[in-house]
């Protein structure tokens, strides 16, 4: 079985372009996770989508934004690139989160690691 | 758990050495946990986890401990491989409110196993 996918696996953008990356949950899965892992400050939560709709937002400006597709894989914007934007972003899914009644694993991609010169 | 600071913890570890990596965290509603091993330029992966109405669960060479009490969770290593090095996070989970749906990670620590 495939894992979470994503794709390009290293991205190099100069400030104030724009970044698209992409994310392919695993088959079932629901539930997509967006994480910003900048060096040294360990995993900050990014965005959660599930079932094509927006269902949580981190501390991050709305310059990071992002949707969902019926065949649930997903995409991450990042708008007007900053040098501390440069980061290893993960992407993770799990099947649908169900509330209170069921906890549910995050399996995560490799990673899509950005670099803003 | 928090992730803060750029300064992980180490634990180094002799080959064959049992290990143990703690983990406090911050949240007295989180009802889930998770163990993730990140090796060098992967992404973290799921280790094992528990659940917060228990108070140990097993997996193949690794254990995990729960002490809801001082909000604490360990993660034990029977003997110890090489492969084992790399920087583990513990992640907590809330079910309500706000923070539906995230997971919350601790700082890290890097474990480093040595022949």
């Known amino acids: 079985e495939a894992g979470v996918t994503q794709s390009p696996t290293h991205l190099i953008k100069t400030r104030g372009q724009q970044a698209t990356l992409r994310c392919s949950p695993i088959s079932g899965h629901t539930s997509v996770y967006w994480y910003q892992q900048a060096l040294g400050l360990g995993l900050q939560f990014l965005l959660w989508?599930?079932?094509?709709?927006?269902?949580n937002r981190g501390n991050f400006p709305p310059r990071f934004s992002g949707r969902q597709f019926p065949n649930y894989s997903s995409e991450l914007n990042v708008n007007a690139l900053e040098l501390e934007d440069s980061a290893l972003y993960l992407c993770a899914s799990s099947t649908r989160y169900i509330l209170q009644h069921m906890n549910t694993e995050a399996f995560f991609g490799q990673g899509t690691r950005l670099t803003v010169v | 758990g928090e992730s803060v600071g750029l300064h992980l913890p180490t634990l180094s570890v002799q080959e064959g050495d049992n290990s143990i990596i703690n983990c406090a965290y911050s949240?007295?509603?989180?009802?889930?946990f998770i163990w993730y091993k990140q090796e060098s330029g992967k992404g973290p992966q799921f280790i094992i986890d528990?659940?917060?109405?228990?108070d140990k669960r097993q997996g193949q060479r690794v254990t995990v401990l729960l002490n809801k009490t001082v909000k604490h969770l360990s993660l034990q290593i029977a003997a110890t491989q090489p492969g084992d090095s790399a920087v583990y996070f513990c992640?907590?989970?809330?079910?309500?409110?706000?923070?539906?749906?995230?997971?919350?990670f601790g700082r890290g620590t890097q474990l480093t196993v040595w022949p």
């Open positions: 528990i659940r917060s109405n228990m």
């Open positions: 989508y599930d079932e094509g709709e927006e269902r």
């Open positions: 949240n007295s509603a989180s009802d889930y």
């Open positions: 992640a907590e989970k809330v079910p309500r409110g706000s923070t539906l749906g995230r997971l919350y």
